[in-house]
């Protein structure tokens, strides 16, 4: 895969792929945070951290309403969609959790 971005923003295909497989593939985001070169990517960094903390909090929420997360794991491949798209992917109350943290 080439590292050479592909728009003004910096964001090469890539960054989009890790961070789509991350949504899909919980343990990619978190091999994603072991890798030197890919954490050091502010959008793969960011949406890894994201895919990890929205499989956590969609887990307690499954368990809890005994089955209303099968529904949810649909919205992970939306999430997943829109970071291959390189858009910037808004997850209600984690995204800015993330962000006040400082955790990408």
Do not use: H
């Not at 960094?45 to 005994?66: E, G, H, P, R, Y």
Request: aromatic fraction near 14%.
């Amino acid at each position: 895969m080439s590292q050479a971005p592909m728009s003004d923003n910096g964001i090469t295909q890539d960054d989009k792929l890790w961070a789509a497989l991350g949504y899909v593939i919980p343990l990619i985001a978190l091999i994603v945070l072991f890798m030197e070169d890919k954490k050091n990517r502010p959008y793969v960094k960011f949406n890894a951290v994201q895919s990890l903390v929205a499989t956590v909090v969609l887990t307690i929420i499954s368990s809890v309403t005994c089955g209303f997360g099968a529904i949810l794991v649909l919205v992970m491949f939306w999430w997943a969609y829109q970071a291959y798209q390189g858009q910037d992917v808004r997850i209600p109350f984690v995204s800015d959790f993330i962000r006040n943290q400082g955790w990408a």
